[in-house]
Nanobody, 126 residues
Framework: QMELVESGGKSVQAGGSLTLSCVASGPNYPRYCMGWFRQVPGKEREFVARVDEHGKPEYAGFLEGRFAVSQDKAQFTLHLQMSSLKPDDTAMYYC????????????????????WGQGTQVTVSS
């Protein structure tokens, strides 16, 4: 089954930048559907960004253009470039993965992803 390993989380000052990476491994598929979610204690996990089956990025509305998601050509590594970080961005960031269905990545909800990484902590201080 698919395994996901995140890296890059750390503590940064507000206004700073950070890049998270997620490496996926598992069964032989042409590509994996991958995305990023985040969660703070006491709140539900929320969608951050993903790349669809065409390589087109999709973002949560609250990001206001501050983050950029990309998938490498091998399509098994996903990056999240975060800039203009705010204290509200403090969260555990999770990489999510799934197998394409009929060649499509189904969407941006948790139910559209069947596999999760352990998470990488991002802390933004003011």
């Amino acid at each position: 089954q698919m395994e996901l390993v995140e890296s890059g989380g750390k503590s940064v000052q507000a206004g700073g930048s950070l890049t998270l990476s997620c490496v996926a491994s598992g069964p032989n598929y042409p590509r994996y559907c991958m995305g990023w979610f985040r969660q703070v204690p006491g709140k539900e996990r929320e969608f951050v960004a993903r790349v669809d089956e065409h390589g087109k990025p999709e973002y949560a509305g609250f990001l206001e253009g501050r983050f950029a998601v990309s998938q490498d050509k091998a399509q098994f590594t996903l990056h999240l470039q975060m800039s203009s970080l705010k204290p509200d961005d403090t969260a555990m960031y999770y990489c999510a993965g799934g197998y394409p269905f009929g060649g499509y990545c189904l969407g941006s909800r948790e139910k559209h992803f069947g596999f999760w990484g352990q998470g990488t902590q991002v802390t933004v201080s003011s």
